[in-house]
C-alpha cells in the first residue's frame, strides 16, 4: 500500500526566492508521482507527474520535481516565486495497477512582496 | 470543452436525508473518483471506478455509495447523511496507461453541509 508525506504543511517565502516543498513517499510497485495545486476556491490542477520516464520532471509555472528514489522523496521546487504561486499543493502517490491514489496533508504557500 | 461538472455545487441537508451529488466527464476516460478534502487531512478517496460496473472503496467509504452504469457518469450517494460528512467533495476523472494513473481532471467541487 502506498501512502504519502509532505514534511512542511506551511511554507513562507519572500517573493523572487526559491520555494522548497517536501514530499516523501512510500510505494510497494513502481509508482507514479504528481504534484497539483490549488488556488483557494478553486479545484485541483496538475503542475507535474512522474510515471518512471525522466527523474527530473518540469512541469507548468516554472515548477520542476526530482523522483528519489534512494530516498522515496519527491520534492518540488521553482527557483523564483511569484505572488500567484500563493496556495496549496498536494503530493500525490498511486502504484502501478493499483488504482487507488494516496494525497499528502498538503503545504500551504505564502507569498510575502 | 474537456471538463469533469459536479452538481450541486453548494448542499445544505439534515441528518438522515438521502442525496446524491452527480459527476460527469466528457473525456471518454476509463477511471472515475470520489474525494473528500477536510482541513489538514488533504483529499482522501472515498471510491473509485475503473469502468463501468467496476468500483471500489477507497480509504473512507463508510456512509457513501456509488454505481457506475455509464462511462461518463459516477454519482455519489448518501443514503443517511450525518454531521461529520459535512465536507468539500471533489469528483476527478483520468485514463489509465500501462496499469499507471495518468494525469486527473478534477471538478470544481460540492460543498455540503450536514445539519
Known amino acids: 500500500a502506498q501512502s504519502v508525506t509532505q514534511l512542511d504543511s506551511h511554507v513562507s517565502v519572500s517573493e523572487g526566492t526559491p520555494v522548497l516543498l517536501r514530499c516523501n513517499y512510500s510505494s510497494s510497485y513502481s509508482p507514479s508521482l504528481f504534484w497539483y495545486v490549488q488556488h483557494p476556491n478553486k479545484g485541483l490542477q496538475l503542475l507535474l507527474k512522474y510515471t518512471s520516464a525522466a527523474t527530473l520532471v518540469k512541469g507548468i509555472n516554472g515548477f520542476e520535481a526530482e523522483f528519489k528514489k534512494s530516498e522515496t522523496s519527491f520534492h518540488l521546487t521553482k527557483p523564483s516565486a511569484h505572488m500567484s504561486d500563493a496556495a496549496e499543493y498536494f503530493c500525490v502517490v498511486s502504484d502501478r495497477g493499483d488504482y487507488k491514489l494516496s494525497f499528502g496533508a498538503g503545504t500551504t504557500v505564502t507569498v510575502r512582496a | ?115
Open chain 2, 1 to 115: 470543452e474537456a471538463q469533469v461538472t459536479q452538481n450541486p455545487r453548494y448542499l445544505i441537508t439534515v441528518t438522515g436525508k438521502k442525496l446524491t451529488v452527480t459527476c460527469s466527464q466528457n473525456m471518454n476516460h476509463e477511471y472515475m473518483s470520489w474525494y473528500r478534502q477536510d482541513p489538514g487531512l488533504g483529499l482522501r478517496q472515498i471510491y473509485y471506478s475503473m469502468n463501468v460496473e467496476v468500483t471500489d472503496k477507497g480509504d473512507v467509504p463508510e456512509g457513501y455509495k456509488v454505481s457506475r452504469k455509464e462511462k461518463r457518469n459516477f454519482p455519489l450517494i448518501l443514503e443517511s447523511p450525518s454531521p461529520n460528512q459535512t465536507s468539500l467533495y471533489f469528483c476527478a476523472s483520468s485514463s489509465i496507461l500501462a496499469g499507471l494513473q495518468e494525469t486527473q481532471y478534477f471538478g470544481p467541487g460540492t460543498r455540503l453541509l450536514v445539519l
